[in-house]
Structures are given as structure tokens and as C-alpha cells.
């Protein structure tokens, strides 16, 4: 018999700065994997293109707040799939239940705009956004909870309905005809825009989103409703045993998923785009998923990710602008990098031992 | 055998690494050698626009310090920004801007991303800034309003004539012309096919995938249509809509569903290589839009009309140089060079194409050929002698605005997007949902 060249075990929990070592060595040889990529691909010089980056994310006060106002919307949506992650239920179906609750808010803006004051027409595109977003999530949830039906494939197939309807009221509320864009609504009224705080476009998102991110996480963490969803994901069985109603807590949790989702949609159209199309949740209903995998399900950790993904992403814009390369390679890095940093948390877990040379 | 099997793995990693190298070392010589050129070509060029500017005597930005920035919606991988971004380059290097002082950011969506990619160009000091897809435009009017003193411009939109702004514009070009030169390209091959026996007169159908029942691709189609038509005068017409600007797979689709309804020859409004590709591989002739697609389709591509965009920036971007002010709502024609077509690929046309071309061209920059001539073509089996178009309902039109006298429809005269938008006889949609 041959010996395996290693063989893999799982860890006993790590202390804190080993685990941070290993995913601080991970981001280093990211770094330079990129370096060696963008040499040998291009012939750059690849400290200028990581400075380029730095540049496209912080250059000046407005990249400051654009980032900060695109970290908002990813954490937003970040945060609202994590409660339904953490329940072991799959809940891919963020992409929908933005686009349901921005097609609701934008809805609101273009059928009441004008006809009643602004602050209760705000009202009433809050009200819509988090009922739309909430029943989105909600119907797959009730089939999981009634029939266990697969909430995978349901929460995934929601999101086509949801960008067809898009795409059919588009069409409907289309200017000028024909053109398949309805363009800035109530661009010279600005009806139904959320007010600016300070003067600061973004401003508002980032103070909502900051307070979401502390609510979720006293709610996962502190609350017995966040303590039935984590026994509920531990061992279903386990919760029945102990007397959690475990449909109910489903339907609950995925209620809360959909609600948070539709406020990203509302900030998205009310606060910023004040347009609805079927890009514009941009596919970060699936990013998400990862942002909230890889902070293990914490709202403060899901900070940094949203954080991570967003500066790889605005600096792999500025590249493309600056060297003229393809936007292509800007995700070839983010790509190298993603790959090492959750790479790492795989040696955060597993040790592997190498087969000791035999003399 | 793990040994083998681990060397396999690492020799093929290897020569991928190396295929890739390979590969992209040679785009990056292209791009060393393309911005060498440039460079010389702007150390040459500077000077004359030096010595325009002082006879000007105030205090014009001079080519060497002027800042532009170009908004695309997609990349190079569309034939629709490909087109844009070749003439920005063509443009500044005939203008002498150094390439460190043109900025050209691809892959923005008509969204707020939009308005936030123009305050950065405009941060970063630009003082002219373009923008090439039509949902961009209510994110350069947001941007123009909050910067009046950069000058904005946008392809395609309708809004600058009617919005007031002294600091935004919009440009287009007649190319209804170069639709129409088109369909006379592809009534000659009809005709040859024809007149070959593979099907009769009455059989020619031709195919047309459009994006939107927008007045932009209607008007479009129904040009190429009428060249078509001048040429084979029993030719009809099916068009299919695809509901987005670029959508590779239902731009195939849609060619390819028509190739199977019995369509002889394919052209399209949607701009990626959707329709070329699938034309390519049924064997199809087919006539392009946005440049030249004869490198993936060398035996179906026939000619490709464009609007050249170069002589807009040549001309919008000379006057900020200098200070002075531009149109409002610019449109150009043949004679400005806007409305181009490419070479006429010879292996697929029929002969006598391009002096077939060459004639038309000739009698429609003289005035004495009108595309939209209303003897030629019909409406629910009547001619033409008014007609409202439904961009009156957009609030940039004047719907009392005379548009058909003098015996052809007067597309363009009047705002330079296009506000045709009628379905005229021999053209049948076959879905309109979008």
C-alpha cells in the first residue's frame, strides 16, 4: 500500500490571530499571484496597477462616497439573505426580491407622484417595497414550510419571474414609446425621492443600512427569535424536539429576508437610481451569498467582505479606464483574490499533514 | 500512475500558463505600438492647434491640457461601442489629445452609475464629456445641470433641444442613408439569387432583427427595406425584436428563427454578432450594421453601413478646444462623412454592388433621390401625405410640426434621433412585444 502524500483533519478551533495570520498570508499571496498575472499578461507594472486601484476606490471624496454608497446597497442585501443562511435554508432568490421591491417603490412614484405630499407618498413606497419583497420571499417559504419543496430551485425561478415583471412593466410605463426605458421618474419634480441628508446623495443609504447592520445583528445574536433560527439550522429535528415551530419560524425568517431585501430595492430606486430596469439589483442578490459565507453569517464581519468585494470591483473599473484593458482582467484579478482568500478559510479548518519522509 | 497523472496535470497547467501568456503578450506589443503612434501622431498635431489658439486670442484649452471623457455601455465586444470607441481614438489622436488625457470608461449601465461615471470624469477634468447609449441620457442631464461648465454630449437622445441647457447636446447622423445604400446591397443580391433560379421574385424575403419598436430601429429597417425595394420592387420583409440593445443569444435566435420561416437574407439593429454569426453558419447573406463583421463571416457578410462618429467629435470637441460653442441637437449626413459604409465584401455580394452604391450615394447627396420618397411605398395600401409621428408624445416633438411635403418624408429635419415610426406595407412584424 502506498502512504497518501497528505492527508486532511479538522482543526480544533483556532485562536483568533492564527486565523487572521492565515487569512492575511492568503490576501499577501494573492497579491502576488495578481502581480505575476498582470505582469506576464500585460506588462504593467503591477504596483501602479495596484495603486491605479487604490486610486479608482478612494481617489477622491466623491469615489469615497460612491463606495461607500455601492458597500451600502451589497451589505443591504447581504444582511437580508443571512438570517435564511443561517436557518440552513437557501434563499437565492435576493436578485427577485430587490427587483420586486424597487418595481413596488418605482410603482408608487410614477402612479401617485404629484398627487399626495412627498412624506406620506415615501410612506406608502416603504410600505410597498417591504410587502412586495416580503410576500416574494414568503411564497417559496410557505411551499418549503407546508411541502418541503426544494427552496433552491423555488427561490431561483422566482428571480426570473421577477425580472420578467420588470421587464413587463417597463414596457408599460416605457418613455419615449418604444425606446424599453423608463428613464429618471419625476425627474423635475423629484416626487417620491428620498430626501438627502447633509446634502449628500448617498448619505441616507449609508445611515440606513449601518442601522440595519447593528439591528441584525442584535437580532441574530441577542433575541430569541435569532436563537430559534440558529437551532432550526443546527438540526431541524433537534428544534421540533424542543418545541420550536419550525414552519413558522421559516415562514418568519424568510418574511424578514424578503422585507430587507425590498428596502435595498426602495433605497436603490428611491434613494439613488430613481429609475427601475432589470439590471438593477446588477446581479448582487447572488454576490450576497458570498459576502455572507464569507463573514460566517456575522453582520459586522459582512462589513469588510461587502467592503472587499466592492473595492476589488470599483478598482477593477478604474484599470480598464486607465490602461485601456479589458474589464475582463480587472475580474481576473478580483477572481485570483476571492479565490485565495476563501481558499484560506479552508486551512482555517483542516490542517494538513504531510507524509513524514520515511527513512 | 498518481505520477503520470500528476505530471499530465502539471504539464498542461504549464502550457495553459504559457498559451496565455502567448496570447495576451501579443494585445499588450499591440497596445505598446498603438499608443507609440499615437503619441507621435499628438507631438505632431500640437502644434498646429497651439497656433489656432493663439490666433484665437482667449484662452482656449489647448489639445495638449484638454481633459474628454466617453461613457460606453458595453465594451469592445459590441459592435455598437466598438464603433464609438474607434472614432473617440480616431477623433482625439486627429485632434493631437495625448492618450493620458482621454478617458474612455466602458461597461457603465444606464443607471445612476451612469451620472456617477460623469462627475468623475468630471473631477477628473473633463471639460467634454460623451455618452453613447440613449438610457444614459437623464443621467447627463442630471450631470450637466450640476456641472455647467463642462460640455456634455450624447448620442442618440432627443431631450437636448427641448431641455434649454446650454452645456448639453445631442448628436446623430442621417443614417437612414446608409440604411437604404445598404438595402440596395441587399436588393442586388436578391436579385442575383433571383435571377439564378434559387427562388422567385415573389419568394424574396428578407429577415430583420431589431431590438425595440423604438423609432431609431424603425426607422432603420424600414430604410433598408426601401433600398431593398428600389432594387427588387416584390421584396418584403420580416422583423423580429429582441427587447434589449445586446443580447448575443436572442439576437442567434431571432436570425436564425427567420432563416428557418424562409427569410433569404438577414440584416439587424441589435449589436452584437448574434445575427452575423448565425447568418454565417446557415449560409445566409447578410447585411450589418456598426462596422464590418466580414472576419467571422467571410462568405455571408455583404456590407455593413455605420455612422462614423469621428467627424461629431472632431467637430464638437474642435470647438470646446477653441472655446467656442456647438449645436444643440447636431445631426450628420453623408456629406459631413457621419453616415459611412464599409467595404463592400466581393465574395459574397453580387457584382456591380459597390457602383450600384456609388450612383445611389451620388443622387441622394445631390437631393435628387429622397429614401423616404412616399411614391415609393405605402401605408395600409395608401401614399403618405402627413404624418404625426409618435414622438410627439414624448414631449421633445412638436406634434403639429409638417413633416412630409416636397414629396418624401422629412426624417431628422426636425430633431436628429430619428421619429419614424410607422409600419409601411411589405414590412411585417412578427411580435412587438417590445
Sequence with gaps: MHNALFHISKRRELPWYSAWGIRGAAIVLALVVCAIVTALATGLNPLAVYGTMFQGAFGTTRRVWILLQNLAILLCI??????????????????????????????????????????????????????????????????????????????????????QLVAFFVIVWESPKGSGKIGIINQNTEAGWLPQLAGQKYLLNIVVVAVLTVAMYVYLNYTKHGYEISVVGESERTARYVGVKVGRVIIRTLCLSGAVCGIAGLLLVGGTDHTVTTSIADGRGFTA????????????????????????????????????????F?????????????????????????????V | MKKLASAILAATLAVGLFAGCGGSAGTSSGSASSSTGSTSNSSSTTTTTTTGGATEGSTPAAAADLKVGFICLHDENSTYDLNFINSAKAACATLGIPESNYFIRTNIPETAACYD?????????????????????????????????????????????????????????????????????????????????????????????????????????????????????????????????????????????????????????????????????????????????VDACPNTFIVSSRIDWAPYFEYSIGAVMRGESFDTDWCGSLETGSVALTAVNEKAAAPGTQEAIDAARAELIAGTRHVFDVSTFTVNGEHLDTFAPGAATDGTFDPSTPIVYDGYLHESDYRSAPYLDITIDGINLLDTRF
Design chain 1, 330 to 358: 480587472g475580474d481576473i484579478l478580483t477572481g485570483i483574490i476571492l479565490f485565495f482568500i476563501i481558499g484560506s478559510e479552508f486551512f482555517i479548518t483542516y490542517r494538513l499533514s504531510f507524509r513524514k519522509k520515511e
Design chain 2, 117 to 293: 461615471a460623469a462627475a468623475e470624469l468630471a473631477d477628473a477634468g473633463c471639460a467634454y464629456i460623451f455618452a453613447d447609449s440613449f438610457g444614459h441620457e437623464d443621467y447627463m442631464i442630471q450631470a450637466a445641470k450640476e456641472f455647467p461648465n463642462v460640455q456634455f454630449a450624447h448620442a442618440t437622445g432627443t431631450r437636448a433641444h427641448t431641455e434649454g441647457l446650454s452645456n448639453y447636446h445631442n448628436a446623430f447622423a442621417s443614417i437612414y442613408d446608409g440604411r437604404y445604400l445598404a438595402g440596395i446591397a441587399a436588393g442586388l443580391k436578391l436579385k442575383e439569387m433571383i435571377d439564378a433560379g434559387e427562388f422567385t421574385a415573389e419568394e424574396a424575403k428578407m429577415g430583420y432583427v431589431g431590438a425595440y419598436t423604438y423609432a431609431e430601429v424603425i426607422s432603420g429597417y424600414t430604410s433598408f427595406y426601401l433600398g431593398a425595394k428600389s432594387i427588387v420592387p416584390e421584396v418584403t420583409m420580416d422583423v423580429t425584436f429582441t427587447g434589449s440593445w445586446y443580447d448575443e443569444t436572442a439576437e442567434k435566435e431571432g436570425a436564425n428563427n427567420l432563416i428557418n420561416a424562409g427569410c433569404k437574407l438577414i440584416s439587424q439593429h441589435a449589436d452584437s454578432m448574434g445575427a452575423p454569426t448565425a447568418c454565417e453558419s446557415a449560409g445566409i447573406p447578410d447585411v450589418s450594421y456598426n462596422g464590418s463583421t
Design chain 1, 289 to 328: 451569498v458570498m459576502v455572507s459565507w464569507l463573514a460566517k453569517f456575522n453582520p459586522i464581519g459582512m462589513v469588510f467582505a461587502s467592503f472587499l468585494i466592492v473595492f476589488l470591483g470599483r478598482g477593477a473599473s478604474e484599470i480598464s479606464t486607465i490602461y485601456g484593458l479589458n474589464h475582463s
Design chain 1, 78 to 163: 447581504s444582511l437580508a439573505v443571512t438570517p435564511a443562511f443561517k436557518m440552513r435554508f437557501w434563499n437565492i432568490g435576493a436578485e427577485g426580491q430587490v427587483l420586486i421591491g424597487g418595481l413596488a417603490t418605482a410603482a408608487c412614484m410614477i402612479l401617485l407622484g404629484g398627487k399626495l405630499p412627498n412624506g406620506l407618498l415615501i410612506l406608502i413606497m416603504l410600505l410597498a417595497a417591504v410587502a412586495a419583497g416580503a410576500v416574494w420571499a414568503m411564497i417559496p417559504a410557505i411551499f418549503k414550510a407546508r411541502w418541503n419543496t426544494n427552496e433552491t430551485l423555488f427561490t431561483l425561478m422566482m428571480n426570473y419571474v421577477a425580472t
